[in-house]
């Protein structure tokens, strides 16, 4: 019997894949409006470590792992970070929200469920800085500093939403640590280019992946450091997009029990990320691929798809999803269907 072929062309083009591919402008238009906006000045004059004991940041779901390389770089400088989703905050760490806590908020509608009760729960006791796209958001009205982004409307699964928000979030991060916020900024100025380029290549890197993840039933993408951002976000967005399972975790992690499950119909895609743990991930897979499980190295270095932009390593969060974007992409062609259709979920979640 002849084998299915499923190639770019099988790729059903709905709106998730138009916000995809609209990635470069948002990052453009997001970029212009992090340097023309004035609230880091403000930020930096009134929220100097010295005036408080800790950072709270905060969100749920890609917003929430997208905040891994904030907290590893505000925690180098001197803070007390501490991770927090926003269900957890409201219901089992209210006591956080105290006059000596500074609250980073981050949440792409600025109104979901959890987002609206911390603000109501705060009561300006704490001081949030809110990252939002939405300007008439709760919280970007009620924040004591609102940094936007401009990623525009955004229909289904988060996208746009993410790597804008990653884009605020790295200079952010950077103004918070001290270092040079301009510079940053400076830095992440190539991004939308390096992500034209990589999405102009979609249907070469999709019909790449329909081989690597034919017959896969199961993903895991693993990372460390800043690389977890990705590999959770990333995992979370297969499995909104096209309901194919799919775990984030460090890398550390899945050798610490799930390497025992590794079998025929698993991948695994690892973030090379810095140079500090690379070698540890090139060993990772090495190991996975000595079992019948498939793994791939995503890397500046790499070929095909998992060539990630050669871009400064500030900005390197803003890109590693590049290549997970695409295996949603793929694994919904696999499996006739739509990328990022929704069918029970909706795109702001309105109970906390």
Not at 180 to 192: F, I, Q, S
Request: glycine fraction near 8%; proline fraction near 4%; charged fraction near 25%.
């Amino acid at each position: 019997m002849k084998e299915c072929v499923v190639a770019s062309n099988d790729v059903i083009q709905g709106r998730y894949f138009t916000d995809l591919m609209n990635q470069p402008e948002a990052l453009r238009a997001t970029w212009d409006s992090l340097q023309a906006a004035d609230v880091f000045s403000k930020i930096g004059r009134e929220c100097g470590r010295e005036r408080f004991e800790r950072i709270v940041l905060t969100g749920m779901g890609g917003s929430f792992f997208g905040l891994h390389p904030m907290s590893m770089e505000v925690a180098a400088s001197g803070w007390t970070p501490m991770m927090v989703e926003t269900s957890e905050l409201i219901h089992y760490y209210p006591e956080l929200l105290t006059p000596s806590t500074l609250v980073v908020a981050i949440s792409q509608s600025g109104k979901s469920a959890e987002t609206i009760r911390l603000l109501e729960m705060n009561a300006r006791r704490a001081k949030v800085i809110g990252v939002t796209n939405w300007a008439d958001s709760p919280l970007a009205r009620e924040a004591d500093f609102a940094v936007m982004t401009a990623a525009g409307d955004e229909y289904t699964v988060s996208c746009k939403t993410y790597v804008t928000a990653q884009m605020a979030l790295r200079v952010l991060a950077a103004l918070l640590s001290g270092a040079d916020a301009e510079a940053r900024l400076r830095e992440a100025e190539t991004t939308p280019e390096a992500f034209r380029e990589y999405l102009g290549r979609w249907k070469e890197h999709v019909d790449e992946l329909t081989g690597l993840l034919r017959g896969v039933r199961d993903v895991f993408l693993v990372g460390r450091g800043g690389s977890l951002a990705a590999a959770q976000t990333g995992a979370l967005t297969i499995k909104e997009s096209t309901h194919v399972h799919a775990e984030g975790m460090s890398s550390a992690a899945l050798r610490h029990g799930p390497f025992e499950m590794l079998k025929e119909g698993i991948f695994v895609g690892v973030f090379a990320g810095g140079a500090k743990t690379r070698e540890l991930n090139e060993r990772m897979v090495k190991d996975v691929s000595g079992t019948p499980a498939r793994a791939v190295l995503f890397a500046d270095d790499a070929q095909g798809v998992c060539r990630l932009p050669q871009i400064p390593d500030s900005a390197r969060p803003i890109v590693e999803v590049l290549p997970v974007q695409m295996m949603t992409l793929a694994l919904a062609a696999l499996a006739g269907r739509e990328a990022g259709k929704f069918e029970r979920a909706t795109k702001v979640t309105a109970v906390e």
